[in-house]
């Protein structure tokens, strides 16, 4: 069975840094990575991608603040967080895309961003 925990969230002031972490078990051959978070009232959005190659992606909002990386040894995605805002705020979520067309979920670390 595959799972996907997500850890590295809690409460951070404005201007402070997170790093998340997904670990992901089970077999499952990982095509792309990606992390979404959800605010109260708002749909989940996108906020960055990285492939199997390495390529990464980012939502408009969080580019040069945020990066995901993977250490595909460790089956493991990692979202750095900096300068972050209060509307960063909300659960992360971890997904990934297998090469059998299967996704998975994990099921979300809470971020607070408030002085």
């Known amino acids: 069975q595959v799972q996907l925990v997500e850890s590295g969230g809690g409460l951070v002031q404005p201007g402070g840094s997170l790093r998340l972490s997904c670990v992901v078990s089970g077999s499952v051959s990982i095509n792309a990575m990606d992390w979404y978070r959800q605010a109260p009232g708002k749909q989940r959005e996108l906020v960055a991608l990285i492939t199997s190659g390495g390529s990464t992606s980012y939502a408009d909002s969080v580019k040069g603040r945020f990066t995901i990386s993977r250490d595909n040894a460790k089956n493991t995605a990692y979202l750095q967080m900096n300068s972050l805002k209060p509307e960063d705020a909300g659960s992360y979520y971890c997904?990934?895309?297998?090469?059998?067309?299967?996704?998975?979920w994990g099921k979300g670390t809470l971020v607070t961003v408030s002085s």
């Open positions: 997904h990934l895309y297998s090469y059998y067309g299967i996704d998975y």
